[in-house]
């Protein structure tokens, strides 16, 4: 099992542009999440889908982040124009879901640099 | 809503000495409890969870966390530490009704000094 597959691994932009970053979650896995790691604020949820849907963005700091799941082996975190705060590292994360508690399987995280 | 405090940012420890990292958290609901490890460069590994049952529990590498539930804490703790151990530990809690929703405290970086 390869495991949950990020990419890019490191990415450095200027402040204006648009940043994608691509998540593969674990085959079979229908589950899907976003989290963002700061010195400041530590490690915070975005978003989580189930079945490809997103369930709870309450964490989606404003409305220049985006995410889409078009299907369950694909997610996508958008953010549009991107701002030097942005910089973090983003995490990705899958669980096999099926009610109650089901472990959470991270990839190794995207490092986001805005210049 | 949860929180979660993690009470030493970073511990430096000897090899082989024992050790122990603080985690105390709030909420108005029963809760999971976990701890999860972050090696360098690497995403988080879920170390050792509480979901019912005995307070105390165990990971396959030596280390153990007990749930008090009147003190609201979830401390982590290794009797001998090993150079591999280095690395950050996170505390997190999730509620039983959004059990998907883990809430993490900041962190502590455990340094293993030989």
């Known amino acids: 099992d390869a495991g949950v597959i990020q990419s890019p691994r490191h990415e450095v932009t200027e402040m204006g542009q648009e940043v994608t970053l691509r998540c593969k979650p674990i085959s079979g896995h229908n589950s899907l999440f976003w989290y963002r790691q700061t010195m400041m604020r530590g490690l915070e949820l975005l978003i989580y889908f189930n079945n490809n849907v997103p369930i709870d963005d309450s964490g989606m700091p404003e409305d220049r982040f985006s995410a889409k799941m078009p299907n369950a082996s694909f997610s996508t975190l958008k953010i549009q124009p991107s701002e030097p705060r942005d910089s973090a590292v983003y995490f990705c994360a899958s669980s096999l879901f099926s009610g109650g508690y089901n472990e959470q399987f991270f990839g190794p995280g995207t490092r986001l640099t805005v210049l | 809503a949860q929180s979660v405090t993690q009470l030493d940012s970073q511990v430096p420890v000897f090899e082989e000495a024992p050790v122990e990292l603080r985690c105390n958290y709030s909420?108005?609901?029963?809760?999971?409890l976990f701890w999860y490890v972050q090696y360098p460069n690497q995403g988080l590994q879920l170390l050792l969870k509480?979901?019912?049952?005995?307070?105390l529990v165990e990971s396959i590498n030596g280390f153990e966390a007990e749930f008090n539930k009147s003190q609201t804490s979830f401390h982590l703790r290794k009797p001998s530490v090993h150079i591999s151990d280095t690395a950050e530990y996170f505390c997190a809690v999730s509620d039983l009704q959004g059990a998907q929703k883990l809430v993490f405290g900041q962190g502590t970086r455990l340094t293993i000094n030989p």
């Open positions: 909420s108005s609901v029963s809760v999971y």
């Open positions: 509480y979901l019912s049952g005995s307070t």
